[in-house]
C-alpha cells in the first residue's frame, strides 16, 4: 500500500491513506490511522465517498477474535478462541461503487487465478492484483515480490517480478490506462 501511495502522490494524486497504528504512511498523504477491522471498515466507508480510485491494497484479518471483559484467568484446559468473520471492505464499498475505479488484491497461498478472478466479480473491481504470499523469498517479508492483474473481463494485463516500488509503479500506470 506505502509504495502505491507514494507512486500515486508522485503521479500528483491526493491520497487518503487508511493503516493500522504501525503502518508505515507517505509523509504528505492525508493518513487515517485505526485500531480495529471495525474502525478500518467505517474509514474506509466514510473516505471512499470522496474518492474517484479506491486500492484495497491489503486486507485486515479475515476473522476476529471475540473480545471479553477484564483478564482471562490461566486455566489447566487451556483456552479455546471464538473468531468472528470480518466484513469485507472492498465488497462493501463495491456495493456503492459508483464512477469509482477499484483496484483490489488476492493474497493466495498458491497463484490461485481462479480465485482471484471470482474476487474481482464478486467484489465489481476494475483491477485485481495476485500475489502468492507462500512463495519464499517474496511478498510480506521481502522488498520483492512477483504480481499478476487482471482486468475486470479477467484477462491477464500484467504479470511481473521486482521491487515494490517497480510493481507499483506498474500497478498505477493499468490504473491510469483505465482513465485514459
Known sequence: GYHLAVEAQNRGAKVIFITGESGLAPETAEVIRVRSADDMLKAALKNSERADIVIGAAAVGDFTVI?????????????????????????????KKGGRIMVGFSAESGFDKK????????????????NDISRPGLG???????????DRRGRKVLEKRGSKQELACAIIDKIEGLIR
Not at 484467568?73 to 465488497?91: H, N, Q, S
Not at 510480506?140 to 487482471?150: K, L, P, W
Open 115 to 130: 480465485r482471484a478472478i471470482a474476487k474481482l466479480k464478486k467484489k465489481k473491481l476494475d483491477l485485481v492484483v495476485l
Open 140 to 150: 510480506f517479508a521481502s522488498d520483492e515480490n512477483e504480481i499478476a492483474v487482471f
Open 67 to 95: 473480545r471479553t471483559k477484564g483478564k482471562i484467568k490461566r486455566g489447566k484446559a487451556g483456552l479455546v478462541l471464538r473468531l468472528l468473520p470480518t466484513t469485507d471492505i472492498l465488497a462493501e464499498i463495491s456495493e
